[in-house]
Nanobody
Framework: QVQLVESGGGLVQAGGSLRLSCAAS????????MGWFRQAPGKEREFVAT????????YYADSVKGRFTISRDNAKNTVYLQMNSLKPEDTAVYYC??????????????????WGQGTQVTVSS
């Protein structure tokens, strides 16, 4: 079992930055692809970014490409989402997710087996 705890959300003005963190339990972190997803009020949860276990491959949703950066520190069992040039449409609850060990990074919500509780990001205009 993997437990994920997100932190770093908050209220920021448009054009500002935030860095989200997700701390994972367990000793298999380096073998797990990790992802960030988000869910705005009244909308379905959507893919934001994903990173392979070693950190050598990353993928982004078109809506955040060039503004957000996903990274990981395997020594700390933590994955990050650096969010720059934030827009009001980035307002959502952001969720960290983990795949089963040795599975590849993927865009699909259904491929992730473990989820955090989420952290609220609000961007004011």
């Amino acid at each position: 079992q993997v437990q994920l705890v997100e932190s770093g959300g908050g209220l920021v003005q448009a054009g500002g930055s935030l860095r989200l963190s997700c701390a994972a339990s367990g000793r298999t972190f380096t073998s797990r692809a990790m992802g960030w997803f988000r869910q705005a009020p009244g909308k379905e949860r959507e893919f934001v970014a994903t990173i392979s276990g070693s950190g050598d491959r990353t993928y982004y949703a078109d809506s955040v490409k060039g503004r957000f950066t996903i990274s990981r520190d395997n020594a700390k069992n933590t994955v990050y989402l650096q969010m720059n040039s934030l827009k009001p449409e980035d307002t959502a609850v952001y969720y960290c997710a983990a795949r089963k060990t040795w599975y590849t990074a993927t865009y699909y919500l259904r491929d992730y087996d473990y989820w955090g509780q989420g952290t609220q990001v609000t961007v004011s205009s």
